[in-house]
């Protein structure tokens, strides 16, 4: 009896490891690709704000590039 009980225990136990497991990793990804994205953003502002010809008003940037991303 001990033994099924055994049998039948491992294989769950090892499931719930793998879903916590996964739950944990995959947000934590995700959120790296966000904040590497937002850090390219950032430094293309302070490019096109430093070296562009024309002075530009940074919130009308800031702007057109957020609704550009929606």
Do not use: H, Q, W
Not at 15 to 32: H, L, Q
């Amino acid at each position: 009896m001990k033994t099924r009980i055994k049998k039948f225990l491992f294989p769950v136990i090892m499931m719930v490891m793998f879903g916590v497991i996964a739950a944990i990793t995959v947000p934590n990804e995700r959120y790296f690709d966000i904040a590497r994205n937002l850090d390219i953003f950032a430094t293309l502002f302070k490019e096109v704000n430093s070296f562009y010809v024309d002075s530009i008003n940074p919130n009308d940037m800031m702007r057109t590039g957020i609704d550009a991303m929606l």
